[in-house]
Nanobody
Framework: QVQLIESGGGLVQAGGSLRLSCAAS????????MGWFRRTPGKEREFVTA????????YYADSVKGRFTISRDNAKNTVYLQMNSLKPEDTAVYYC?????????????????WGQGIQVTVSS
């Protein structure tokens, strides 16, 4: 089981940027894909982005493509989410997740460990 702790959330104006970090414990981090999901009030948790264990494969939801970038540093057991050109509809609680597998996926069922979540609020 991987333990995950998110940081970097907060309040930002529309058009601004934030970078989320997710620090992972455990020796399996470098062998599994990682992902970010988000939940807004009244909606189910949705896929945002994922990255393969090597970092060579990345996957994005259409709603964030071209604005968000996922990356990882296996030496630091950390995955990042750079969010640019933020919109009010990006307001959500963002969750870091560790996959059970090496390659990325949009399917929540493929992710076995989750962080507590961190609030991102984008004001208009």
């Amino acid at each position: 089981q991987v333990q995950l702790i998110e940081s970097g959330g907060g309040l930002v104006q529309a058009g601004g940027s934030l970078r989320l970090s997710c620090a992972a414990s455990g020796r399996t981090f470098s062998s599994v894909a990682m992902g970010w999901f988000r939940r807004t009030p009244g909606k189910e948790r949705e896929f945002v982005t994922a990255i393969s264990y090597t970092g060579l494969g990345t996957y994005y939801a259409d709603s964030v493509k071209g604005r968000f970038t996922i990356s990882r540093d296996n030496a630091k057991n950390t995955v990042y989410l750079q969010m640019n050109s933020l919109k009010p509809e990006d307001t959500a609680v963002y969750y870091c997740a560790a996959s059970k597998y090496a390659l990325g996926s949009e399917d929540m069922a493929d992710f076995g460990s989750w962080g507590q979540g961190i609030q991102v609020t984008v004001s208009s």
